[in-house]
């Protein structure tokens, strides 16, 4: 069966920090992986999204950035943290080739002061 | 951009009592997906909807793909405690591969 890992949980970082947030899914090859924020318990929004290693579709302009370097993993970076990313972030995953039932990580709180 | 009408965005329910939520769309969509999401969490999957005028049951949840492929509504019976959580709908539209719109959620608190 697939798995997805996220970390690290929670992280409270200062403002104008640099981040890296990881995610993994275990059981599965090739899947579609995408990152979404979520603020205030509500409302789902797609940041970024990859079909393949290498391959990354951005949704929203922002100072976030992400990266595929191996097939089952996907990182959520920035270089410099606002105040306005702090929120609850999720990855998720779905079969190769589609795009319809995502399965979801257990999320990382991220604050940032 | 394509959006989601999700009702009610709350409810407060006695433990027992039925519950309907729903969501509608301006366009067609070809997936129709019910999700749970408990504080502090993921959203887990509850249903998966694939053609117009499935109705699907998951225990005590029953959702259903509507006819004009517009709409979906997801039912719990006689609820419980443990359902307390935000519900979300979402829909895929068959556009770009990062096609699946979300519904702003119903919060659901169940009184014992």
């Known amino acids: 069966s697939q798995t997805i890992h996220q970390w690290p949980a929670t992280l409270v970082q200062p403002v104008g920090s640099p981040l890296s947030l990881e995610c993994t899914v275990e059981?599965?090859?090739?899947?579609?992986l995408y990152w979404y924020r979520q603020a205030a318990g509500r409302g789902l929004q797609l940041l970024f999204y990859?079909?393949?290693?290498?391959?990354i579709s951005s949704e929203v302009p922002q100072n976030l950035s992400a990266s595929r370097p191996q097939d089952r993993q996907f990182i959520l970076s920035s270089k410099k943290l606002l105040l306005s990313d702090s929120g609850f972030y999720l990855c998720?995953?779905?079969?190769?080739?589609?795009?319809?039932?995502?399965?979801f990580g257990p999320g990382t709180r991220l604050t940032v002061l | 951009g394509q959006q989601l009408n999700q009702s009610p965005q709350s409810m407060f329910i006695q433990e027992g009592e039925d519950v309907s939520m729903n969501c509608t769309s301006s366009?067609?969509?070809?997936?129709w997906l019910w999700y749970k999401q408990e504080p502090g969490e993921g959203p887990v999957l509850l249903i998966a909807?694939?053609?117009?005028?499935e109705l699907t049951s998951n225990g005590r949840l029953t959702a259903q793909f509507g006819i004009t492929r517009k709409d979906s509504f997801l039912n719990i019976s006689a609820s419980i405690p443990s359902d307390v959580g935000i519900y979300f709908c979402?829909?895929?539209?068959?556009?770009?591969?990062?096609?699946?719109?979300f519904g702003k959620g119903t919060k659901l608190s169940v009184k014992p």
């Open positions: 998720a995953w779905t079969l190769p080739g589609s795009t319809d039932t995502q399965y």
């Open positions: 059981g599965t090859s090739n899947p579609n």
């Open positions: 990859s079909i393949g290693i290498g391959q």
């Open positions: 366009s067609i969509f070809n997936t």
């Open positions: 909807l694939y053609k117009a005028g």
């Open positions: 979402a829909g895929n539209y068959g556009g770009s591969q990062g096609n699946l719109i």
